[in-house]
Structure formats: C-alpha cells, structure tokens
C-alpha cells in the first residue's frame, strides 16, 4: 500500500496570500495518478485536480497541481476566504487507492 | 447534474452488518464509470472502501477486503456496500462517490468526481 504523508497539518495564512500544501509518497505513484480534493465542515469532499495537475470542471485557476513521482504539490495563488478549508491528496495508481491525512489551511 | 444519496441504519449493533445504498441520479449507473464507497471517522481522515462497476466487477480495500461486499442494482440505478462484523472502529461518516478512470489486468485507476453528501452511521450497542 502506498502511503501518503501531507505537510504540513496545519497552514495559518491571511487572504490574499499563497498557499502551498505538500503531499509525499512512501513509493512512485503510477503515471502521476494524484487528485486533490477541499473538504469543508459537514460537506463531502469535493475534487479539484486530478492527473497530479488537471482542474476538474469548475475549479477556479488559482488551484494548481504539480509533481510526479513521489512528491505532489498544491498551491492555490491567492486564497479566497472560501478556500479555507481542510485539503486531502488522493492516489489511484495502484489496486489499493489511499488518501493523505490532510492539511487544514486556516485563518491566521 | 450527477447526484448520489446515500440511505441506511444510522446505528448498527457491534458484530451485526453495516448496510448502505447509494442511489444514482442524472447518469446511469451504467455510464461507463465505476462507483465507490469512501468513509471518514468522525474528526478523522478519508479511507477507501472499494469500488463496482456495473458488470458487478469489484475491488476492495485489502484491510477490509475480508469484510465488504459491494453490489450493483443497475435496475433501480443503485449500488450498495454491506460491512460484517462491526465494531466501534466502524463509526464514520459513509460516502459514496462516482469514479473517473479505468480498469486493466485487474487493477483500477480513477479518482472521484461526483460524491453524496454523506451518512453517519454509529456502531453502539
């Protein structure tokens, strides 16, 4: 089973800044099959890329992926106050799909 | 506009079986996509449970593999998760979501891009 691990837990940041969430591997994940998703309290998960670096339809272009390999990277340009919220990795390369532990970007 | 709502007990007795069913609406069940169930512990992370596609092929998450069965009711447009053996460890939240991807040799590949809002089910005596 792969195993992700996003740093850091908790990310204090002020509107209009940039955010940037980090999500590792414990093995190469096939073909850059990485999606990220924004979780809201009392909501389901919602994705916002896929591919490591693909926007799903809807998802504004201040949320952007990069990375391949082991090492993934969220970073959303300029965070709005409704981007407060907790972010979780996602990897679909291998038989057993598993998600980070997330990462709560809050309002520092 | 794709929908999924998630239906069952919200409490299960320890040792009983945990049942959900996940109708779909605006897109058949038969769409080309594979459906799956994702659950998250009160105040905790997501965990994949597994995934059906309409054929009834199924995968499954290896640490709960020996205690899930998913199936598909492509009449109705409906999928449902039943999990035996339940403990506390079981409390969560339950979703079910739609897959984008594929499978090959066995294995798939996709990530969730349509969910349900959501059901709490509680394993208390």
């Known amino acids: 089973e792969i195993v992700l691990t996003q740093s850091p837990d908790t990310l204090s940041l002020s509107p209009g800044e940039r955010a940037t969430l980090s999500c590792r591997a414990s093995?190469?994940?096939?073909?850059?099959?990485l999606a990220w998703y924004q979780q809201k309290p009392g909501q389901a998960p919602r994705l916002l890329i896929y591919g490591a670096s693909s926007r799903a339809t809807g998802i504004p272009d201040r949320f952007s992926g990069s990375g391949s390999g082991t090492d993934f990277t969220l970073t959303i340009s300029r965070l709005e106050p409704e981007d407060f919220a907790v972010y979780y990795c996602?990897?679909?390369?291998?038989?057993?799909?598993?998600f980070g532990q997330g990462t709560k970007v809050e309002i520092k | 506009q794709v929908q999924l709502q998630e239906s069952g007990p919200g409490l299960v007795k320890p040792s009983e079986t945990l049942s959900l069913t996940c109708i779909v609406s605006?897109?058949?069940?038969?769409?080309?996509?594979?459906w799956g169930w994702i659950r998250q512990p009160p105040g905790k992370g997501l965990e994949w449970i597994g995934n059906?596609?309409?054929?009834?092929?199924?995968s499954y998450n290896p640490s709960l593999k020996s205690r899930v069965t998913i199936s598909v009711d492509t009449s109705k447009n409906q999928f449902s998760l039943k999990l035996s053996s339940v403990t506390a460890a079981d409390t969560a939240v339950y979703y079910c979501a739609r897959s984008s991807g594929y499978c090959t040799d066995g294995v798939c590949y996709g990530y969730f891009d349509y969910w349900g809002q959501g059901t709490l089910v509680t394993v208390s005596s």
């Open positions: 605006g897109n058949s069940i038969r769409s080309g996509h594979y």
């Open positions: 093995q190469s994940v096939s073909s850059s099959y």
């Open positions: 996602q990897q679909y390369g291998s038989s057993s799909w598993t």
């Open positions: 059906i596609y309409h054929s009834g092929s199924t």
